[in-house]
């Protein structure tokens, strides 16, 4: 049996999704006979209530210098990371003079709103490709993976954080008791750590299965987050739902006794108790309908195309990894994927080897239909594809139902 990342207990798996590639591994048809393919497996730990892979890649195979995701991509999130530096400056800095460190800074989506200020500040950020993306925009970045011992190096260095930062990336790390130790060593002693991910409440109500692939070790809750912290001296002094990857929780976290607790926090674990986050039944049925989910877009998409309509997948995302390989969809089934990211367009998705084109092979010949894979983003893709629509275009979506509309 699997020993709980973060408490050593022995954990049974809930679900099993099968054989998957690396989620954002796009790859040339050269390099189809090397692939890497792991088991997805997910389990409860009811000790601790952390949700969590039992296997995950090893960090390299994942982050390294053809990290595949840009955050800039989305100018929706480049607004939502506006936003959310500006209530850190607000709320959280204590003067001019503060020292801002980020995790996971990635193209510096986020840092770049403290830079523009002047504001002293640090991205951490393994994967060397979009590290340098960051760096020309003139972000303070340090291509490394982020634990204790990096953290002694950066006090040292900068000396100590007023504030620490990480937006999906937290779950990413198996690691946990060393990012902490490395927090602890790193931050001031009124500092606060504010970090959000995909919120396992919103990916169990929702059956957001797709939230599930190697980078996402865990699955974090108020509860999981209370326990974790709470080993390190540390407690959960506000919190607050995002709308973000099919919604996300933002953790604000400081040290015991040093802050005000929001009664939102009291709010949350009530409702994640009453939600049943806390038994393992509700895993059981969250399998259940990961199972339903997947044999009716099956089924969907067999009818579309029996009718001989076009289908193309709109968005090659790390998420629609899942969805394509747990659901066995390929290029019969979608025609190709149309993606904005240069570094993707030209290869293959992961394990089914669909075809991954430029955007304007999906503008220039529009299909029948388009599979939404990046829901998360409906908002502002729904305002670019007016022209799609009106020219008869349907999309299927799966979040939060399957339907064509
Ligand atoms: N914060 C951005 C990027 C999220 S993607 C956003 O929300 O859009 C996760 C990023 O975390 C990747 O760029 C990856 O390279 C980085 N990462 C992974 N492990 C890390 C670690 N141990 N320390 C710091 N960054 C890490
Ligand atoms: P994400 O869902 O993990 O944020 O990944 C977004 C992916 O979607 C990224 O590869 C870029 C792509 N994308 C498009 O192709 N067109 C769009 O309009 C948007 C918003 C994203
Ligand atoms: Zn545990």
């Excluded at 210098?65 to 100018?75: C, D, P, R, V």
């Excluded at 930062?165 to 946990?176: D, E, G, R």
């Excluded at 919103?202 to 108020?222: C, G, M, P, R």
């Excluded at 009291?266 to 509700?282: D, H, T, V």
Aim: with cysteine; glycine share 6%; aromatic share 12%.
């Amino acid at each position: 049996m699997p020993e709980c990342l973060i408490c050593k207990t022995y954990y049974e798996p809930f679900v099993n999704f099968g054989k998957m590639p690396i989620a954002n591994g796009f790859l040339f048809e050269k390099d189809f006979n090397k692939e890497y393919f792991y088991d997805l497996k997910v389990g409860y730990c009811s000790n601790c209530h952390m949700v969590q892979l039992v296997d995950q890649p090893e960090r390299e195979k994942m982050f390294n210098e053809n990290y595949a995701f840009f955050s800039g991509t989305s100018k929706n999130m480049a607004i939502h990371f506006r936003d959310f530096a500006e209530g850190v400056i607000n709320d959280y800095l204590p003067s001019k003079n503060a020292f801002v460190v980020e995790i996971g800074s990635n193209d510096g989506i986020m840092l770049q709103n403290f830079a523009l200020r002047g504001i002293k500040h640090l991205g951490i950020e393994p994967s060397k490709n979009v590290a340098e993306v960051a760096v020309k925009k003139g972000i303070n970045t340090i291509s490394e993976f982020f634990d204790k011992d990096l953290s002694k190096k950066i006090v040292e260095e900068y000396g100590k954080a007023d504030v620490f930062l990480a937006a999906n990336v937290m779950c990413h790390i198996p690691y946990q008791h060393s990012v902490i130790d490395g927090i602890n060593e790193l931050l001031m002693p009124g500092g606060v750590v504010i970090f959000e991910d995909p919120y396992l409440g919103n990916i169990i109500k929702n059956t957001i299965y797709d939230q599930i692939y190697d980078e996402h070790v865990f699955l974090f809750s108020a509860l999981s987050i209370k326990n974790l912290f709470d080993k390190h001296g540390m407690e959960i002094i506000d919190l607050q739902a995002q709308e973000t990857h099919g919604g996300s929780m933002r953790y604000y976290i400081a040290r015991k006794g040093m802050r005000k607790i929001s009664p939102k926090v009291k709010y949350y674990l009530e409702k994640e108790i009453e939600m049943g986050l806390n038994a393992p039944e509700i895993y059981e049925k969250f399998r259940m309908e990961c199972e339903v989910y997947r044999d009716k877009l099956v089924g969907l998409i067999k009818d579309i195309r029996k009718n001989g309509k076009r289908i193309v997948g709109y968005a090659a995302t790390s998420k629609s990894t899942t969805i394509i390989n747990y659901c066995g969809l390929n290029s019969n089934d979608i025609q190709f994927i149309s993606d904005t990211t240069p570094i993707k367009q030209g290869k293959f998705s992961p394990g089914a080897h669909i075809p991954v084109k430029p955007y304007e092979e999906f503008k220039n010949n529009y299909p029948d239909y388009a599979l939404l894979f990046a829901y998360n983003h409906s908002n502002e893709i729904m305002q670019k594809e007016k022209e799609f629509m009106n020219a008869g275009g349907k999309w299927i979506v799966y979040v939060p139902e399957i339907m064509v509309k």
